[in-house]
Nanobody, 117 residues
Framework: QVQLVESGGGLVQAGGSLRLSCAVS????????MAWYRQAPGNEPELVAR???????TYADSVKGRFIISRDNRKNTVYLQMNSLKPEDTAVYSC???????????WGQGTQVTVSS
């Protein structure tokens, strides 16, 4: 059974920091690209950051320079360090594991991040 379990969300003041974690089990973690998505009420899901199985990272323009995605293949965990948080970062953050060959795609249940002004 594949599980992606996010943690680390919560309420923080603008300018603060949070670190999200996503613990993965049931797959060969090192073979998967990992990503964080977020969705605010009334908005479409947005890709926040992605890290390839080789460690290559990409970020949404809205979070570049503030967020850092990383992975620990020994712990089967992906992280999202979020700094200089803004109220517009408020959303449910979900992690995603994706492999192209063979194609497979898994999601966590999400964790709420709320940034107060």
């Amino acid at each position: 059974q594949v599980q992606l379990v996010e943690s680390g969300g919560g309420l923080v003041q603008a300018g603060g920091s949070l670190r999200l974690s996503c613990a993965v089990s049931g797959i060969v973690f090192s073979r998967y690209a990992m990503a964080w998505y977020r969705q605010a009420p009334g908005n479409e899901p947005e890709l926040v950051a992605r890290i390839s199985n080789g460690g290559f990272t990409t970020y949404a323009d809205s979070v570049k320079g503030r967020f850092i995605i990383s992975r620990d293949n020994r712990k089967n965990t992906v992280y999202l360090q979020m700094n200089s948080l803004k109220p517009e970062d408020t959303a449910v953050y979900s992690c995603n594991a994706r492999q192209l060959v063979p194609p497979s795609d898994y999601w966590g249940q999400g964790t709420q991040v709320t940034v107060s002004s």
